[in-house]
């Protein structure tokens, strides 16, 4: 089975504060993703990576940055949280075969992140 | 535009009924993708079924099926004899390509649609 984890389920920080939200899958995926929940909006998309120190933005990346040292492991990096960015981020991965079907995400357990 | 509608932003139904979530989507693309997630309460996306634009048949998996009709642009998804387990929010999503070569898309999902289902 696809495991995608996250470090934390809930984390509560205050205005200002840098955060840093773990992710890692271990199915060997390429691609892994970042996404934002908010009710009544679906999810948006924050950040994604394609491969090992790439990564391009999504449809709101400002006030974020991404990280992607390793393979299985993506984070994402509020420098500065805001009251704004109180949401559930969700992390997904998938594979990224150039010419292949495109495949399905798979979903970790997602962190609600509550900014003071 | 790539857009994702489901109108139908809660459900509710008593045990054993069945229950027909509807999804309707706006593509530029001739070949993509759909998807359906279900969100049950602990929060995590499970994935359900991918469906390629070629492909119009419908699926039926156990109590679950889908289906798919490119000349309205839906994939509808429907549980038949349905139960208190599947109570979650279900998710209708399309693939748009994000980078040359398609090989890494990002899902552009509609708002979600949660289901009640009653004792």
């Known amino acids: 089975d696809v495991k995608v984890t996250q470090s934390s389920r809930y984390l509560v920080k205050r205005t200002g504060e840098k955060v840093f939200l773990e992710c890692v899958q271990d199915?060997?995926?390429?691609?892994m993703f970042w996404y934002r929940q908010d009710p009544g909006l679906g999810l948006r998309l924050i950040y994604f990576?394609?491969?090992?120190?790439?990564?391009e933005k999504g449809d709101i990346p400002e006030g974020y940055s991404v990280s992607r040292e390793k393979k299985e492991r993506f984070s994402l990096i509020l420098e500065s949280a805001s009251t704004n960015q109180t949401s559930m981020y969700l992390c997904?991965?998938?594979?990224?075969?150039?010419?292949?079907?495109?495949?399905?995400?798979?979903f970790g357990p997602g962190t609600r992140l509550t900014v003071l | 535009a790539q857009k994702v509608t489901q109108a139908q932003t809660e459900i509710s139904v008593v045990e054993k009924e069945d229950v027909t979530l509807d999804c309707v989507y706006e593509?530029?693309?001739?070949?993509?993708?759909l998807f359906w997630y279900k969100q049950p309460p602990s929060g995590e996306l499970v994935f359900l079924i991918r469906?390629?634009?070629?492909?119009?048949q419908n699926e039926i998996s156990g109590r679950y099926s889908w289906n798919f009709q490119k000349s309205t642009s839906s994939f509808n998804f429907t549980i038949t004899a349905s139960q208190v387990v599947d109570s979650a929010v279900y998710f209708c999503?399309?693939?748009?390509?994000?980078?040359?070569?398609?090989?890494?898309?990002?899902?552009?999902f509609g708002t979600g649609t949660l289901l009640a289902v009653q004792p």
């Open positions: 997904a991965s998938s594979f990224g075969l150039a010419g292949v079907l495109v495949h399905e995400q798979f």
């Open positions: 593509t530029r693309d001739t070949t993509y993708y």
């Open positions: 469906r390629n634009s070629f492909d119009e």
């Open positions: 990576s394609y491969d090992v120190k790439m990564k």
């Open positions: 199915m060997d995926h390429e691609n």
């Open positions: 999503a399309l693939s748009d390509p994000l980078l040359y070569g398609g090989a890494t898309n990002k899902l552009i």
